[in-house]
């Protein structure tokens, strides 16, 4: 047996879904967060991928990254995304996540 550490999913994506009250600063799950993730569960699964060793789609508070717009995080690479769209979410899902690529113009720096 390895003594080197393996994480148990392959990858493990978390959507911050924080929302603040009205007049605070910009919070991602007033922007399309919650739909997003619920859109990459439900494409993960259709993608026979959401089991353990292989993807996992989470909710997380914030992040400190929401002026940048809704943002969500691939580990255990710690690759940050931002988002507009079901359709980017579906574009990080294919070439990220099935592909093994990352998607540069949605990468946050």
Same mark, same amino acid.
């Given at each position: 047996?390895?003594?080197?550490?393996?994480?148990?999913?392959?990858? =493990?994506?978390?959507?911050?879904?924080?929302?603040?009250?009205?007049?605070?600063?910009?919070?991602?799950?007033? =922007?399309?967060?919650?739909?997003?993730?619920?859109?990459?569960?439900?494409?993960?699964?259709?993608?026979?991928?959401?089991?353990?060793?292989?993807?996992?789609?989470?909710?997380?508070?914030?992040?400190?990254?929401?002026?940048?717009?809704?943002?969500?995080?691939?580990?255990?690479?710690?690759?940050?995304?931002?988002?507009?769209?079901?359709?980017?979410?579906?574009?990080?899902?294919?070439? =990220?996540?099935?592909?093994?690529?990352?998607?540069?113009?949605?990468?946050?720096?």
């Amino acid at each position: 047996m390895s003594s080197e550490a393996r994480p148990f999913y392959r990858h =493990h994506v978390f959507f911050c879904t924080n929302v603040r009250k009205p007049g605070e600063r910009r919070s991602c799950g007033l =922007h399309g967060a919650v739909e997003a993730r619920d859109h990459a569960k439900k494409r993960i699964k259709e993608l026979q991928l959401a089991r353990p060793g292989s993807v996992r789609i989470n909710n997380a508070g914030c992040m400190e990254r929401c002026e940048l717009g809704p943002c969500m995080v691939i580990y255990p690479q710690g690759i940050w995304y931002g988002y507009e769209s079901e359709a980017d979410v579906d574009e990080i899902i294919d070439t =990220h996540i099935v592909g093994g690529q990352i998607v540069d113009r949605l990468r946050l720096k």
